[in-house]
């Protein structure tokens, strides 16, 4: 089965967005909305393992703070706060703070070349990623960007890989995937899906077992990448030639 598609999944993927981004910018939020909550470096890590920023700030005031009581509805107050932080995340993207990882727009722009198509499966709102995609690569290079709410149920569900494949019209044979985590890596799984995953500060322990190739990073051509588990043919950084010795 050829190579017909790379799907990107964005945060810890296509740049370390967590620690100096989304991570600061919940603090900014909590700050403005006179909240004493502060998400430290190492607590964030814990925190991570609840994907998407809604359902992280629900999780953190019951199991850290539940003596606090939210404005009713609840719901509302954590979506506004979470506005907020969303406000305060993309402002830092624009300033230039949230550098893409290694490889990753060479590995698009060949992949481009090509004649590969290209889709975005991401847990966070899609300001969040368009913000990311606008300054540092461009919309239109992705044929669907699936992101945040559009899909009833997060990662580690597989349904936001589903939704990438049936708009698309692709099977997921075709498809080559790019994630950072354990979440990540379990919705793609389930999805049907070979996946390389880039690791970071925050996921390296992590269970990877399912995933074709697991790498320090994509590489280029003067930052060699590391391989951490798996095989692909040697080369010192990823290319097309490097996804296509995953589908031998
Ligand atoms: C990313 C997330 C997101 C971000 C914050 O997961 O879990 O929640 O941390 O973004 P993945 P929002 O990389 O697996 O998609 O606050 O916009 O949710
Ligand atoms: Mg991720």
Request: charge should be negative.
């Amino acid at each position: 089965m050829p190579l017909n598609a790379l799907i990107f999944d964005v945060d810890g993927t296509i740049a370390e967005t967590e620690r100096d981004g989304h991570r600061v910018a919940f603090n900014q939020a909590f700050a403005e909305a006179g909240l004493d909550w502060q998400w430290s470096v190492a607590l964030y890590g814990k925190l991570l393992l609840v994907p998407g920023g809604k359902e992280r700030i629900e999780h953190y005031w019951q199991q850290y703070q539940p003596q606090f009581k939210p404005p009713a509805p609840a719901a509302a107050w954590i979506a506004h706060l979470h506005q907020r932080k969303t406000l305060y995340y993309r402002d830092r993207v624009t300033q230039g703070l949230i550098p893409l990882r290694p490889g990753i727009k060479r590995l698009i722009t060949e992949a481009r070349a090509a004649g590969l198509r290209l889709a975005i499966a991401t847990t966070s709102a899609l300001p969040n990623a368009m913000a990311l995609i606008e300054r540092s690569l461009e919309p239109d290079w992705f044929e669907v960007i699936a992101a945040g709410d559009i899909v009833p149920q997060k990662k580690p569900a597989p349904d936001i890989y589903t939704y990438v494949l049936q708009q698309m019209q692709l099977a997921p044979e075709d498809c080559l995937v790019f994630e950072d985590s354990e979440p990540g890596l379990i919705a793609a799984h389930q999805a049907g899906l070979r996946t390389v995953v880039t690791v970071h500060n925050y996921t390296q322990t992590q269970d990877f077992s399912t995933a074709q190739l697991v790498l320090d990073h994509l590489g280029e051509p003067e930052q060699p990448m590391q391989v951490l588990q798996g095989q692909a043919v040697d080369t010192p950084y990823f290319t097309l030639e490097t996804a296509r010795s995953l589908f031998a």
